[in-house]
């Protein structure tokens, strides 16, 4: 916490961000400024004894508003009114928007499977997931995605381990709600490595995650994480995961809605002051 609020102070020192808190002060500052000029023509007698007061609480109250403005953020969310859809940057905890019953989730997973006890990344949304909703049985959840897939994308490899087709999206119902799983990453169950994400799977998995969430997702709200960072091994930087996510979403979004919010998770560890101010620039510019 203290090393997130040291990352948000040291921000406050960028030159994008020191050029728009110095926009925002001029701004307010001749904003009140005028207005007390303004009030001068009439009560010039009463303003003229307190004015060199007013100078300075204006120019304290405008340095306060600037920094507040420009403090950089934790979240950032925007309504787009043509198509009615709000979409949120958040960091925080993906799984507590499930385990709340506020929204739909979608995990990145790769695409080998176990039906018997298979070890786990501790690190990972699955391993989470598997603790919190199938008491440690890891073998219970690749159960439950492979039965909601299609036969035609299941392929055996043993008596036991399952490869499924890369850009598969499993549904697992948990809760009333949906944890979509966005089968983006390639693993040898032989050598027993993961594979990094390949580029031109990033976005057709992207595109795939929509059309099933607009199929099942019921227009309820929907949280992902950032898909392919980290274990996930995406040739992308973070900033241009998330832009693609949101790029696909507006796309896919256009004909039928997909939903009515979109918040898209990035983990406390992850959190960048200069990610997010570039994500909320990237959000006001897009076209949705």
Known sequence: MVSRLGARVGFLFDRRVLGKGLQIFIAIFGTIWLFMESL???????????????????????????????FPRLSYTRKYRKSNVEISVEVGDLLSHL?????????GKHNCFS?????????????????DFYAGRAEALDKDILNSLPRKQVIKKSDHVYEVAINSIATVEINDKNIFFLINQRYDHIKQELHDTAKEDIWLGFCNLWTAVKSKGGNSPIAVPVLGSRIGRAPASRISLI??????????????????????????????????????????????
């Open 40 to 70: 001068s023509f009439f009560f010039e007698s009463h303003l003229v004894i307190a004015r060199f007061e007013i100078f300075i609480f204006t120019i304290i109250f405008s340095t306060i508003i600037a920094l507040y403005v420009s």
């Open 243 to 288: 832009q693609l996510i949101l790029i696909s979403f507006a796309i896919a979004n256009r004909s039928v809605p997909i939903t009515e919010r979109l918040t898209i998770v990035i983990r406390e560890l992850d959190y960048s002051p200069n990610e997010m101010f570039e994500i909320s620039r990237f959000m006001d510019d897009l076209d949705l």
């Open 99 to 107: 385990k709340s019953g506020v929204s739909h989730v979608a995990v």
């Open 115 to 131: 039906t018997q006890l298979s070890r786990l990344n501790r690190k990972s949304l699955r391993s989470q997931i598997v603790a």
